[in-house]
Structure formats: C-alpha cells, structure tokens
C-alpha cells in the first residue's frame, strides 16, 4: 500500500473525510475506489459512496478476498446508515468469518455489530444480545469500544435498564472522546439527549404527566396493574397478558383502566373499540362479545365486571391500575418514532421494522404526508422518507417488538 493510500486511511480513521480525498481524489485504483466511498459516506453522499465501495469491490482481484470482504463491511455500514435493512445478512457474515481468519479482528468486530445494530432496529433484541455477547471490546481501539457501547445502551434502552444505559453511554463518551472523531461523539450526544427526554406519558385517576426512561422502568417494578399502550400489554407485579394482535381487547382494556376507579358506559366503549358514532343494538351486542372475551383474557389479573351503566375494571392484586401510553397520541406515531431519528428510510425498512405490511406503512406514510409531517425524496425503489427530530415526541425505546409471524 503507497503512501497517499496509507495516508487516506489514517485521515479516515481520524474523522477526517477531505484530508483523505485530497489525497486520492483522481485516483481509480481499487483500494482509492474504497477509500474514497468511504470519505463519501462520511460527507453523507450515501448513494456515490454505495456505488464508489461497488466498483472497489469489484475491482479487487479474486486473490485478494480480504479486501473485498472490508468493502462488503462498507456497504453493509452504508446501508445501514441509509436505512436499507434488507441488505444480505449472510454476505456480512461471510465477511467477517473472512476477517477473523485473516487476523483481522478489528473490522470483523465492526461488521458484528453493524449485524447488531441491524437487529436492535428491527426488535430483535434477544438476538442482538446473544450476538454482542461474542465479543469482548476491551482489545479494541477508542472508535471501536465507543461502538460497542452504544450498542450495548441501545438494547439497555429497548429492555428499560436505565441505570446500565447511562452507564453505556458513559462508557461511549470516554472512548469517543478518546478516538477524536467529532461524528462518534455527536452520536453518543444524540443517545444520551433521546435517553433524557420524555419516553412515556402516565394516565391515572384522570390526570396525565410525562416520565423518563427511569420513571418508567421504576413503574414496571412498582405494584400497580399497568395497561401499557406502547407494547399492548396487561401486567401486574405476577403476571404479563400481551393483547399486540387483540387490538379491540386492548382499547376496550386502556379505556376502562383509563377510568379507574370508575365505570365505562356502553356508548363510550363502543365509540373507543369500534369507532361508531352512535352505538346501536348491533354493537352493544358485539361490546358483550368481547367484553367476555377481555373478562376471559385478563381472568389471572383482573376482573370486568358490569355496572349500571357499563363495565368496570378491578384489579385482583395490585393497588391501582395506570395506563402507559406514548408521549402523545399522534395518529401513526409508530412510524413517526422511526422518522424522528433524522434518518431517511425506506418504506420497506419501516415495514421491517414495524412488523407490518409495506403497503399498510404506505399507506400511513402517505397521510402523514398529506398531513405535511412527513417528506419524501426519490422514485421508486429509491424513495426515503423522513422528518426532523420532533422535541418531546414519542421515541423507539418504548415501540413493541414486531410480532412473529405478521
């Protein structure tokens, strides 16, 4: 490797993307190729710096697999970047079983977590967990630890461990500060202020208030029953019921505890679960259905029990019942809590992610559009859509996992 490439590199390394394209510019060699994408994608011209690490790729001979393998590294972290999350997994791994027996353990650690990272997106938190496990930081250099820790607060975020994501991010701070790379830093900045802002909104007795991060894990060890609207589940201290693919059970179970320790009339109920202006005999016929069925659901936890004017719910062991919701009740805020990170995304990645349809999310997209929340750039299959992180808004920590088999 000649100087001006080794010099690119170490710009690179550094943070430095124009230092290292002052360097190899005009160049169209196969690792300038590289290293130029690479710059590029630190600029954020993403698509050249897509099609830049392609042709390195490329242009990398059939002897030289290591090389090629850094370049299927860089277009995974470009894609991931891009919020292209149908890259092949399998390719990714290929490269870094490339990396490890070559030694080079740096980068086939970089590669793991790109592959994490990916997974914390999409919920798939039990795996990212047993894939991040594998590796231990502590060989590594200040980029690489600052990396690790950031992905170790992710998950610590998405598993409500408050305490141990301050800590990851600690940790994240030191090391970026360490590397000298201004991009890290910024990142470990962005994580501790979606950390520190609101992550919940409590609904109890009538009144609302916002919590932290903190104040919500504090609540899911607390006596109360919680109905918690952001992962649609039912808990008291003994026992958790998820209602994620029953949503009429779950409106009619948020309203009523919502309520508590009042009743629900029938006509409230029916306009909350079926979206009827005017209840008629049909649907208070319907509201017994599945009001058996809630009653049926809920049994080891809590009862619903009618009333004069409609249904009460009581909790059999906890002392109060409180409702969890978002920070607010914006229609499509699952989309919009993705949105809000300031990255483009791609409908088939928020479909992904979501554990939804495509079609379902474009449709979603194209109201919040039509609202003027969302905005979109290109055709195709190259459209991104995005919006600017909105202060106080609902975050992904608290979104639920997508469920298996949707």
Aim: charged fraction near 25%; glycine fraction near 6%.
């Amino acid at each position: 490797m000649d100087s001006l490439i080794t010099a690119a590199a170490r710009a690179l390394a550094a943070g430095d993307p124009l230092g290292a394209l002052n360097r190899v510019a005009l160049r169209d060699d196969a690792p300038a190729l590289a290293l130029r994408g690479l710059a590029m994608a630190q600029l954020g011209d993403l698509v050249r710096a897509k099609a830049l690490v392609r042709r390195a790729a490329r242009a990398f001979g059939a002897k030289e697999a290591v090389a090629r393998a850094r370049c299927v590294v860089a277009e995974a972290e470009i894609a991931l970047v891009s919020r292209d999350l149908g890259w092949p997994a399998k390719a990714l791994d290929a490269a870094r079983a490339t990396l490890e027996a070559d030694g080079d353990r740096v980068n086939a650690a970089h590669a793991r977590y790109l592959e994490v990272r990916r997974l914390l997106l999409i919920g798939r938190l039990d795996e990212a967990e047993r894939k991040l496990a594998e590796l231990d930081p502590s060989p590594f250099p200040p980029a690489s630890r600052a990396a690790h820790e950031l992905v170790v607060a992710g998950i610590a975020m998405r598993r409500l461990r408050a305490k141990a994501a301050h800590a990851a991010l600690a940790r994240a701070g030191r090391a970026a500060r360490l590397a000298g790379i201004s991009a890290l830093t910024a990142e470990v900045e962005t994580a501790s202020l979606a950390l520190n802002a609101p992550a919940a909104r409590l609904i109890t007795s009538g009144k609302e208030r916002l919590l932290l991060l903190k104040e919500v894990e504090a609540l899911q060890a607390s006596k109360a029953l919680v109905v918690d609207a952001c992962r649609h589940v039912v808990r008291d201290p003994r026992m958790a019921i998820s209602l994620a693919r029953r949503p009429v059970l779950f409106a009619l179970a948020r309203t009523l505890g919502e309520a508590w320790p009042k009743d629900v009339s029938r006509d409230a109920l029916v306009a909350r679960a079926f979206r009827a202006k005017r209840a008629d005999e049909s649907h208070r016929a319907r509201l017994r259905v599945e009001v058996g069925r809630l009653r049926t659901m809920l049994r080891g936890i809590a009862r619903v029990s009618a009333t004069k004017q409609g249904f009460a719910l009581t909790p059999r062991r906890a002392r109060e019942v409180v409702v969890l919701a978002r920070p607010t009740d914006e229609p499509h805020a699952a989309v919009l809590a993705f949105l809000a990170d300031g990255e483009s995304w791609s409908s088939s990645a928020l479909a992904l992610a979501l554990g939804a349809s495509q079609r379902t999310v474009q449709r979603a997209l194209d109201q919040l559009a039509a609202a003027a929340k969302v905005q979109s750039f290109g055709r195709g299959r190259a459209r991104r859509w995005m919006t600017p992180p909105v202060p106080g808004f609902t975050t992904t920590l608290l979104l639920p996992d997508p469920v298996p088999g949707d």
